[in-house]
């Protein structure tokens, strides 16, 4: 069954703008993974932040944690074109040994 | 190689019919991974392998559907007597660990069952 719920299901920005895409989930984790997934293609694996980090970086992308909340958000800063693509969240969680992922959030760059 | 080769892109299959679908993995990734994604949303696990022995195996229908990674060949994914429902795209994915790294995903097996 799904683990993560993510929110907004789908955001529409202009290029240049801020894109912030958030993922909650039920149990306790050992990390949350965020993968993007362009039309027709399969998962690219975009980050990793482990239960005991707050916040990770990776070029454009800042990924945050809140394991007491059971959330956590991708923010993808200065969005182009090219950032048009459905985004999941993941999670894995001690003793389940696998991703489980969210439904995702479909993220539309107008230029 | 670097990528997860999944054969074929797409699958036809009258419903009944037998479909038969492969995953070459990363060399050197220990463990693969079979999800199902429905209407591009919802990624649905399936099943995955530790070499060639069943790691995870509760997402799988087990009345119909049967997978396998043998040594020195490409793992399999079959579903005997297909039906509508099983119409998805099916994604595999390795890595050289589980619960430590990301996945690598092939691009998918789009079966559609008619």
């Known amino acids: 069954s799904q683990q993560g719920e993510e929110d907004p299901q789908a955001l529409s920005i202009q290029e240049g703008e801020n894109a912030t895409m958030n993922c909650s989930y039920k149990?306790?984790?050992?990390?949350l993974q965020w993968y993007r997934q362009n039309s027709g293609r399969g998962l690219v694996h975009l980050i990793l932040?482990?239960?005991?980090?707050r916040e990770k970086h990776s070029g454009r992308l800042r990924v945050t944690l809140d394991t007491s909340k059971k959330s956590s958000s991708l923010l993808i800063t200065a969005s182009r074109a090219a950032d048009t693509a459905s985004y999941f969240c993941?999670?894995?969680?001690?003793?389940?040994?696998?991703?489980?992922f969210g439904a995702g959030t479909t993220v539309t760059v107008r230029a | 190689g670097e990528e997860v080769a999944q054969t074929p892109k797409h699958l036809v299959r009258g419903e009944g019919q037998k479909a038969k679908l492969y995953c070459a993995p990363i060399?050197?990734?220990?463990?693969v991974f079979w999800y199902q994604q429905v209407l591009k949303n919802e990624f649905k696990f399936l099943i995955s392998?530790?070499?060639?022995?069943?790691?995870?195996e509760t997402g799988m229908p087990k009345e119909r559907f049967s997978a396998k990674c043998l040594p020195n060949s490409p793992c399999s994914l079959e579903i005997q007597a297909t039906k509508l429902e099983d119409s998805a795209v099916y994604f595999c994915?390795?890595?050289?660990?589980?619960?430590?790294?990301?996945?690598?995903f092939g691009s998918g097996t789009r079966l559609t069952v008619v």
């Open positions: 994915a390795s890595s050289p660990a589980t619960g430590v790294y990301g996945y690598t």
């Open positions: 149990t306790s984790i050992n990390n």
């Open positions: 932040i482990r239960s005991n980090e």
């Open positions: 993941a999670t894995y969680s001690p003793n389940d040994y696998k991703l489980s």
């Open positions: 060399k050197g990734h220990s463990y």
């Open positions: 392998f530790q070499n060639e022995n069943v790691f995870d």
